[in-house]
């Protein structure tokens, strides 16, 4: 299939430090640009890391 782009995988550090970066005050549209990323995709990461999704040794909240 011409054009046909592959998904890419991010690894936990790439995704905490965007998601850091982005709760420190990043804009998400200067991440996504940057980063080459979207703007729902970092969100969603966001949503993730405060639930300790990226942190195996604590259980998300409830």
Do not use: C, K, Q
């Not at 982005?22 to 080459?36: K, M, N, W």
């Amino acid at each position: 299939m011409v054009g046909h782009r592959t998904r890419r995988t991010h690894g936990i550090a790439f995704r905490r430090r965007v998601v850091r970066e982005y709760l420190a005050g990043e804009t998400l549209h200067g991440l996504a640009r940057r980063h080459d990323l979207s703007r729902n995709l970092i969100r969603v990461w966001a949503n993730r890391y405060e639930a300790a999704a990226f942190n195996p040794t604590r259980l998300p909240v409830t």
